[in-house]
């Protein structure tokens, strides 16, 4: 079954540690995007990619970064610059241009800063 | 630029008693509209969306939502909620914002149904 891929589901992070969250998708969309939640705040969009290569920031990109190398992957580095990275990560795909799909979301990575 | 309100950040109410989500949603353009359900420590899921066509939407397990272009909004309802049906609910619209087409998402509204 086609999907999208989050690892890990729990990720403990050490002050001053850069840590790598993974998002792989097999529904050969061209559209990714990394959003974090906190409670009480909704979905806050980190950065996004179009297509391969590519990569924008969204509006909380400080402290993050992003590759985009290969059309199924889209990995999240949380650096030692994000000062509160505790929340819950979640990654999405979507078609190019396809305002009616939708996304499909991942289930999420829990990171926590210890 | 589209933008998503939840009107109720959370709803309590009782098990089989009939639940209403409000959502509004502004937008100068034509627009498509979803509901996602989120269950905790779990990922988003589609649980129904508007495209075009009738403006009562329905999904497999009992929600229904309406689109109501002149007051835009699109309500979720559910005549009798189930224990199960306790999750965080956004409603989004498809728009443009500096990702270029992409869903604008509202805060969520967290239903709790208890016993």
């Known amino acids: 079954d086609g999907g999208i891929t989050q690892s890990p589901k729990y990720l403990f992070r050490k002050e001053g540690q850069n840590v790598t969250l993974s998002c792989e998708q097999n529904l050969n969309h061209d559209a990714m995007y990394w959003y974090r939640q906190d409670p009480g705040q909704g979905l806050r969009l980190i950065y996004y990619?179009?297509?391969?290569?590519?990569?924008q920031k969204g509006d909380i990109a400080e402290g993050y970064s992003v590759s985009r190398e290969k059309k199924e992957s889209f990995p999240l580095t949380v650096t030692s610059a994000q000062k509160n990275p505790t929340a819950f990560y979640l990654c999405?795909?979507?078609?190019?241009?396809?305002?009616?799909?939708?996304?499909?979301f991942g289930s999420g990575t829990r990171l926590t800063v210890v | 630029a589209q933008s998503v309100t939840q009107l109720d950040s959370q709803v309590p109410v009782f098990e089989e008693a009939p639940v209403e989500l409000r959502c509004n949603y502004s937008?100068?353009?034509?627009?498509?509209l979803f509901w996602y359900v989120q269950y905790p420590n779990q990922g988003l899921q589609l649980l129904l969306k508007y495209l075009s066509g009738s403006t009562l939407v329905k999904s497999i397990n009992g929600f229904e939502a309406e689109f109501n272009k002149s007051q835009t909004s699109f309500h979720l309802r559910k005549p009798s909620v189930h224990i199960s049906d306790t999750a965080e609910y956004f409603c989004a619209v498809s728009g443009v914002n500096q990702a270029g087409t992409a869903l604008i998402f509202g805060k969520g509204t967290t239903l709790s149904v208890s016993s």
């Open positions: 990619s179009q297509i391969v290569n590519d990569f």
């Open positions: 999405a795909s979507s078609p190019s241009g396809a305002m009616g799909y939708g996304y499909t």
């Open positions: 937008s100068s353009v034509s627009v498509y």
